[in-house]
């Protein structure tokens, strides 16, 4: 009684989720990330620029976030094995979660020492910071140009974006704490350039990790509603109800969708089970944004036998 259909929405490459296809972009940016945390070390140092050295560190977890990231795009490109039915699908969302995690202890590390230096305050040097400060921000624009059209269909790719953008917004506020210094000799300006790095960080990084944990908690895609899903059901002739409907993400461009589905005899017999379920395929597929779709047909009463085992 039950079958399963696919109804033709495809994000994912074929081979590949969705990240996949940046695999490319994503390491451009991962060297471009390393050799400006080289340079922002080095110009952080020489200027003694906390708001230099804390975009390195930041940069550093850029680093190793989209190192993890191209890693997991790896084992996710695995082929499916009778043990593990959807492959290493789901090692890029936890990839996004470790991205997470080094975020929000990166963000958490500036605030502290930014706080730290407003207590005991460091002489900058402006002219410098400039000059690595603009240096960051340049790459850092680079990268985002690279990931942007990624970071809309991935939640791996969308980590590194945000952690990118981050930066970018530090390179620029580390340039405006540099000009203050070079023309006022305000040396307050460096550590509250520290914390509006900061304060970017972590707001950023809990949207992210709430979209994460949805996704391994297998929550419902969040452009599909359920209650909609359904009521595009019951709404096709002969259905009288619909029970254990689910819908999860896999991972990133890979949303599917479950239900067992109760259609009268009669209906089942005027119509076969094959007509049954692509009107359910078309039904679905002209409304949702969903990858796979898996129908049990039940006749009346049938969930009744079932009610112990299903939820």
């Known amino acids: 009684m039950g079958a399963g259909h696919d109804h033709g929405h495809t994000h994912a490459p074929p081979g590949g989720t969705a990240t996949a296809a940046y695999v490319g972009r994503l390491r451009v940016a991962l060297s471009i990330t390393l050799t400006v945390m080289v340079v922002e070390i080095v110009g952080g140092v020489a200027a003694d ?15 190793l976030g989209l190192g993890m990231a191209l890693l997991a795009i790896h084992f996710a490109g695995r082929p499916a094995t009778g043990n593990r039915t959807f492959g290493y699908a789901r090692a890029e969302i936890l990839a996004a979660l470790a991205n997470c995690l080094l975020l929000l202890g990166v963000g958490g590390y500036v605030l502290y020492e930014a706080i730290e230096r407003f207590v005991t305050p460091a002489g900058t040097q402006g002219g410098l910071t400039i000059v690595f400060g603009a240096i960051g921000l340049v790459a850092n624009m680079i990268s985002l140009t690279l990931l942007m059209r990624g970071q809309k269909e991935s939640l791996n790719v969308r980590g590194a974006f945000l952690e990118v953008a981050a930066d970018a917004l530090g390179s620029l506020a580390v340039l405006i704490s540099a000009v203050v210094i070079l023309t ?4 307050a300006a460096d550590p509250i350039a520290s914390l509006v790095i900061g304060l970017m960080i972590v707001p950023r990084t809990v949207k992210l990790l709430r979209e994460t944990l949805d996704v391994l908690l297998e929550a419902a895609p969040k452009d599909v509603d359920m209650a909609e899903v359904r009521t595009h059901i019951l709404a096709l002739d002969g259905v009288e109800d619909v029970h254990d409907l689910h819908a999860w993400t896999i991972t990133s461009g890979m949303p599917v969708l479950s239900a067992h589905v109760v259609v009268r005899s009669d209906v089942l017999s005027a119509i076969g089970h094959e007509k049954m379920l692509h009107e359910l395929q078309n039904c679905l597929g002209d409304h949702f944004d969903v990858e796979h779709c898996t129908f049990q047909l039940e006749p009346v009463g049938h969930a009744e036998h079932e009610a112990h085992l299903c939820h």
């Open 49 to 63: 620029s906390l708001a230099l050295v804390a975009d390195a560190a930041h940069m550093a977890t850029d680093a």
């Open 184 to 187: 006022t000799g305000w040396q």
